[in-house]
């Protein structure tokens, strides 16, 4: 329930709906959301250490002017930190590749990326669960441990922003063929290649959205 609630916020600051300055009451909140105060103000709290709320005195809880170069500075790290996990699963397959199951999972996933488009439009849920699923593979297969511990610190906002981009559907196709190139790259065993189209997917389709969100709130 912290999480959704982390997740519902995040997504009203990426969208524009919360504004730099405006307020965040506990109460409202939870009641919108039906549910009791207590996971608000652990959102809360886990929002004001990252940087993007902050509790003013007689006031309250307020969106933080640098709340978006936040959401920013979360994309670089984990734009940076995913592109070396491609990077090292595309080494893998130069010196013989994964084992056979991560190969077959991960075929399996782009497959079913590849489905989503059908005839009878876009299946949206099917491109968000193969889009997490995509992510989390290449992590996996990386053999670095770490690379999945601090990229997990970040899904909060990544799924904040994944929900927002859903709204766009040119966007969607779009990622779709960002993530089939990276895993050609991956898959022909070239670190540079996969590392470099990983890295620009996240870091082009999220700054797409703080961009436009950017040039709304301003006058």
């Known amino acids: 329930m912290r999480e959704r609630v982390y997740e519902t916020i995040l997504q009203d600051?990426?969208?524009?709906?919360?504004?730099?300055?405006?307020?965040?009451?506990e109460r409202v909140l939870a009641r919108s959301l039906g549910?009791?105060?207590?996971?608000?103000?652990?959102?809360l709290r886990r929002l004001e250490n990252?940087?993007?709320?902050?509790?003013?005195?007689?006031?309250?809880?307020?969106?933080?002017?640098?709340?978006?170069?936040?959401?920013?500075?979360?994309?670089?790290?984990?734009?940076?930190?995913?592109?070396?996990?491609?990077?090292?699963?595309?080494?893998r397959f130069a010196g013989g590749g994964p084992p056979a199951g991560q190969r077959a999972e991960l075929a399996e996933v782009v497959?079913?990326?590849?489905?989503?488009?059908?005839?009878?439009?876009?299946?949206?849920?099917?491109?968000?669960?193969?889009?997490?699923?995509?992510?989390?593979?290449?992590?996996?297969m990386s053999g670095n441990r770490l690379i999945g511990q601090f990229v997990g610190v970040l899904l909060g906002v990544d799924g904040a922003l994944r929900r927002h981009l859903l709204t766009?559907?040119?966007?969607?196709?779009?990622?779709l063929a960002e993530h089939l190139a990276v895993y050609e790259a991956v898959c022909a065993g070239d670190p540079d290649l996969a590392e470099t189209r990983m890295r620009e997917h996240i870091?082009?389709?999220?700054?797409?959205?703080?961009?436009?969100?950017?040039?709304?709130?301003?006058?």
């Open 13 to 25: 600051i990426i969208a524009g709906r919360l504004s730099p300055g405006d307020r965040v009451t």
């Open 35 to 43: 549910i009791s105060t207590t996971p608000v103000k652990e959102a």
């Open 50 to 91: 990252e940087g993007f709320v902050s509790a003013v005195p007689r006031t309250g809880v307020v969106v933080k002017e640098t709340a978006l170069t936040s959401v920013s500075d979360v994309v670089v790290a984990r734009a940076w930190l995913e592109g070396l996990a491609a990077r090292l699963v595309a080494e």
């Open 111 to 140: 497959g079913e990326m590849g489905r989503a488009p059908g005839e009878a439009g876009l299946d949206l849920e099917l491109v968000v669960t193969t889009n997490a699923r995509f992510h989390d593979l290449i992590r996996t």
């Open 168 to 175: 766009d559907e040119a966007e969607l196709r779009r990622g």
């Open 203 to 219: 870091l082009r389709s999220a700054s797409r959205v703080v961009t436009t969100t950017r040039q709304e709130a301003t006058p």
